[in-house]
T-cell receptor, first 113, second 115 residues
Framework: DVKVTQSSRYLVKRTGEKVFLECVQDMDHENMFWYRQDPGLGLRLIYFSYDVKMKEKGDIPEGYSVSREKKERFSLILESASTNQTSMYLC????????????FGDGTRLSIL | AQKVTQAQTEISVVEKEDVTLDCVYETRDTTYYLFWYKQPPSGELVFLIRRNSFDEQNEISGRYSWNFQKSTSSFNFTITASQVVDSAVYFCALTRGGGGNKLTFGTGTQLKVEL
């Protein structure tokens, strides 16, 4: 069965810290995604990766970066955390074939104090 | 640009009632796919259905059914005889152009099913 695992369910960090959110998938999927989910705004795409070491900006990349050194792992980095980055972060993966459904992790609820 | 509108922010029903969740989309693509996902309180989005733009047949899966109407750019989701376990946030999504299986999501509809 498909499994996307996010390293933390809840995380509390301080303003200015560098924060790493990790995501691992076990399905050999080519595509991986990072979203943030905020009330009334739905899911917004932060970054997307279609292959190892390849990345593409999504709709709201400012303040974030990503790393994909191995196919199964996709990391989201908050370079200098700010309070407006308090949110639910969702990782997803999909096959590289067009129009395949995305499979999601449980999410990380991140609070920046 | 693509857009997905889920005008119903929150719906409350009593168990065993039927309920329809609306989804209206905008796209200039001639080929596209629509999806529905369910997000229970645990947080993980669960894939429910995918429909391509050339297939307007309605789909039924148990108590779930989907009505795709290209003429009105709608892809509505009906739950028949709702149950408490159906309580969740439901998202409608649309494929974007440019490959990579990127999606544009609606803002979601919170469904509460009460006893």
């Amino acid at each position: 069965d498909v499994k996307v695992t996010q390293s933390s369910r809840y995380l509390v960090k301080r303003t200015g810290e560098k924060v790493f959110l990790e995501c691992v998938q076990d399905m050999d999927h080519e595509n991986m995604f990072w979203y943030r989910q905020d009330p009334g705004l739905g899911l917004r795409l932060i970054y997307f990766s279609y292959d190892v070491k390849m990345k593409e900006k999504g709709d709201i990349p400012e303040g974030y970066s990503v790393s994909r050194e191995k196919k199964e792992r996709f990391s989201l980095i908050l370079e200098s955390a700010s309070t407006n980055q308090t949110s639910m972060y969702l990782c997803a993966s999909s096959l590289g074939t067009l129009h395949q459904p995305q499979h999601f992790g449980d999410g990380t609820r991140l609070s920046i104090l | 640009a693509q857009k997905v509108t889920q005008a119903q922010t929150e719906i409350s029903v009593v168990e065993k009632e039927d309920v329809t969740l609306d989804c209206v989309y905008e796209t200039r693509d001639t080929t596209y796919y629509l999806f529905w996902y369910k997000q229970p309180p645990s947080g993980e989005l669960v894939f429910l259905i995918r429909r391509n733009s050339f297939d307007e047949q309605n789909e039924i899966s148990g108590r779930y059914s989907w009505n795709f109407q290209k003429s009105t750019s709608s892809f509505n989701f009906t739950i028949t005889a709702s149950q408490v376990v159906d309580s969740a946030v439901y998202f409608c999504a649309l494929t974007r152009g440019g490959g990579g299986n990127k999606l544009t999501f609606g803002t979601g509809t919170q469904l509460k099913v009460e006893l």
